[in-house]
């Protein structure tokens, strides 16, 4: 059930579409985007500690990595759950508490005596997470208006992507100047003026539009139309694919082409940074074209091209540097047009449950490569990775374009209400 006291708050009345000011809408991105900053950020603080934690609590570095394992998972199996009860009950209250969870999880784990109570709490801390994609998605498909929702989705991805930048370093630098305990009550803490601050402005958060009478009971029929079930396997290919060169790149392009792992890190940065980088100007194209499929379509092909080089062409390690920036903002400029295609995609009113669905393919998709992708390694196929990374990259386009093709003649056999 929602937290006692939210549950029984009217929806905040809108003004019509268009009629908001930018920075209310500024101000909502502000408040989701710094929720999902969090969510992001205690996914990957506690695997820094892991050095620690194997000399304090006297277990292997597998048995820790159970605890991030395990967030993980949680995360991605409740999603979909939780996006039926954000549909039935509304964002807010779930948005509340589950950051509320996750963060006061995350702090609690400063008082652990050993690493089951780690192990626990890292549990609960997933379950919280689990509430964040699907709650603001919706609250974004309510509150935003729609000639600035692809710059809503482009932030909010940047503040997802920022909290997995910052979060190694801010917590290795904390737990060297002042202890692992301390450091993670006080970053743990930090949820709680942000659910403060979703509290006291939570008037200008409204959820999603209420499904018409004949949609209202699709339930899980919705996730497992052909649409839904070609998004998911887009998001899972398009995951896969960067789970391997995230996992690799350096390996590859040392083994294949003698580039130094210095070097070789540069153009895993390059590659993250021009993803970054490419998420704000798919945001802001997205609000200036409905030709979202065309613009995907072109940029996954330039993404593929440029990766292909890397992996066929003896580059020179700075070369290799450009080429992998270059992939990384042609992908990361998808993403937006993608996420938005997805929320055009879904019925009235069942944004929490297909968000909450079709995001659980990305986790999933990170999971399932690196194993395989390093057996190639092991096995003296270096050669082999990135052309293989390149053909998750065409199948997910594949998957992608029939999903758009059936959404479209769903769109005509049953309108969207305007927004």
Not at 176 to 186: M, S, Y
Not at 326 to 334: K, N, P, T, W, Y
Not at 376 to 395: E, F, Q, T
Request: charged fraction near 10%.
């Amino acid at each position: 059930m929602p937290p006692v006291g939210l549950e029984a708050e009217p929806p905040p009345s809108r003004e019509p579409p268009g009629r908001e000011p930018p920075s209310h809408d500024w101000r909502i991105i502000g408040l989701i985007g710094t929720g999902h900053f969090l969510s992001h950020f205690y996914m990957l603080c506690l695997a820094p500690l892991f050095p620690i934690w194997r000399d304090d609590f006297g277990v292997s570095y597998a048995a820790l990595g159970l605890s991030v394992a395990l967030m993980s998972a949680v995360t991605a199996l409740l999603q979909t759950p939780v996006g039926f009860l954000v549909d039935r009950h509304g964002a807010r209250p779930y948005l509340v508490g589950g950051t509320l969870l996750m963060a006061l999880s995350i702090s609690a784990m400063a008082f652990a005596p050993n690493y089951w109570v780690i192990l626990g709490l890292s549990i609960l801390s997933g379950i919280g997470n689990s509430v964040i994609h699907p709650a603001d998605y919706a609250i974004l498909a309510g509150s935003i208006n729609k000639s600035r929702m692809g710059r809503a989705f482009a932030m909010h991805t940047l503040t997802g992507n920022l909290g997995f930048a910052l979060a190694p370093p801010v917590i290795a630098v904390l737990a060297v100047a002042i202890g692992w305990r301390e450091a993670l009550l006080a970053l743990g803490l930090l949820g709680v003026p942000v659910v403060g601050a979703i509290l006291l402005q939570s008037r200008i958060l409204a959820d999603q539009a209420k499904p018409k009478a004949k949609d209202a009971g699709l339930g899980v029929a919705v996730l497992f139309s052909r649409t839904m079930l070609l998004f998911f396997a887009f998001f899972l290919l398009s995951a896969m694919a960067g789970s391997g060169i995230q996992a690799f790149l350096i390996t590859v392009l040392d083994q294949m082409w003698g580039i130094p792992v210095a070097v070789g890190s540069m153009a895993l940065t390059g590659y993250m940074l021009g993803n970054t980088g490419g998420v704000l100007v798919g945001g802001w194209f997205a609000d200036r074209s409905t030709r979202h499929a065309a613009f995907v379509i072109s940029l996954t092909l330039v993404s593929i091209t440029l990766l292909l080089m890397l992996g066929v062409i003896p580059v020179p390690g700075y070369a290799a540097v450009v080429l992998a920036l270059g992939a990384g903002f042609a992908l990361g400029a998808s993403r937006t047009p993608r996420d938005v295609m997805v929320k055009d995609a879904a019925p009235p009113g069942q944004i929490g449950k297909v968000f909450g669905f079709i995001s659980a393919g990305l986790p999933l998709g990170g999971a399932l490569t690196p194993v395989p992708f390093g057996l190639l390694l092991d096995a003296g196929y270096p050669h082999l990775v990135l052309p293989l990374v390149a053909g998750l990259l065409a199948l997910s386009l594949l998957c992608m374009g029939s999903a758009r093709g059936t959404a479209l003649a769903e769109k005509t056999a049953r309108p969207l209400p305007a927004e």
